[in-house]
């Protein structure tokens, strides 16, 4: 099930050590009322928006969630850019970036403890979920 509110930010803020900004916008995927994967999105300028993205380990999350968290920015919003942030050693998640088509833009070294701070983008045209044939008729129901 997806959810639209912002009911289960919190969950997702804990799990990934974020604030959020107060116009932040969730799109979360729950399995029997738990949130097993989240999209948060905030600072929305028309032209890029930031989001950060989070799947609980071992979960498997529904192609409809995959489908939203992309056809909310690029479809809804209508912006040109997405902007992560990533921390160096989380291999996971810089991984799943770039199976979505984030690609690194930029590096700001010794962020944090953790390491540097990569800023992954991802242009509506390298976006592999919207531009894949395969992935059309998930976005058709997710668009209705």
């Known amino acids: 099930m997806i959810d639209c509110t912002n009911r289960y930010m919190a969950v997702m803020c804990q799990e990934i050590g ?5 116009l932040a916008q969730c799109i979360m995927c729950l ?5 097993i994967a989240g999209a ?5 300028n028309t032209y ?14 529904e192609k409809e969630w995959y489908a939203a968290i992309f056809d909310y920015p690029f479809n809804q919003l209508q912006v040109n850019k997405l902007i992560g942030q990533v921390s160096s050693k989380n291999e996971k998640a810089c991984k ?6 984030f690609e690194v833009e930029a590096v700001i070294k010794d962020h944090s403890p953790d390491g540097d701070l990569l800023l992954y983008t991802l242009p509506r045209d390298k976006c592999r979920i919207l531009n894949s044939p395969k992935w059309q008729r998930v976005l058709k129901v997710v668009g209705e």
Request: proline share 6%; glycine share 12%.
């Open 40 to 44: 948060i999105f905030e600072g929305y």
């Open 48 to 61: 890029t928006i930031q989001t950060h993205i989070w799947i609980k380990d071992g979960c498997i999350t």
């Open 18 to 22: 974020l604030m959020p900004t107060p």
């Open 96 to 101: 799943l970036d770039e199976h979505f088509g």
């Open 31 to 35: 399995r029997d009322g738990i949130a």
